[in-house]
């Protein structure tokens, strides 16, 4: 089972001020944990048009920061102007592509294979370049 937290905000909060508040509890937690810690730990997405934020929450370090971030919302902004749900989803397991080991670079086979020379797993895709 996977843990995530969605924030969903009021139209009237800006989503910038509320992304710059995680930022906030971001640091917070770095106080507590380090800072490599927390950005291996903590995995977040602002969505304008749902006018959300989700949280990664499946470990102690996320937790936290859900906990100050809620605080400092509260603070910032008010206990009215957001909600918090707490989701689970099941995650099925990883499936091996049958490309994988096929790439040429270009970024069809999905990110599973090698790329332009890489002898590790492609990255093809995602944004990143050899």
Do not use: W
């Amino acid at each position: 089972m996977k843990t995530i937290y969605r924030f969903q905000f009021q139209s009237h909060v800006p989503l910038e001020k509320a992304e710059a508040t995680l930022m906030l509890a971001l640091i917070a937690a770095e106080a507590l944990h380090g800072q490599p810690n927390v950005r291996l730990s903590v995995r977040y997405l602002f969505g304008e048009d749902k006018h959300a934020c989700v949280i990664d929450g499946d470990n102690e370090i996320a937790r936290q920061v859900v906990l100050i971030f809620t605080q400092f919302l509260i603070h910032e902004f008010g206990e009215d102007t957001f909600q918090i749900r707490r989701e689970q989803h099941d995650i099925p397991a990883p499936q091996r592509s049958a490309q994988q080991g096929k790439c040429n670079g270009n970024g069809e086979c999905g990110g599973n294979g090698g790329c332009k020379g890489c002898d590790q797993t492609c990255a093809c895709g995602k944004g990143v370049e050899a």
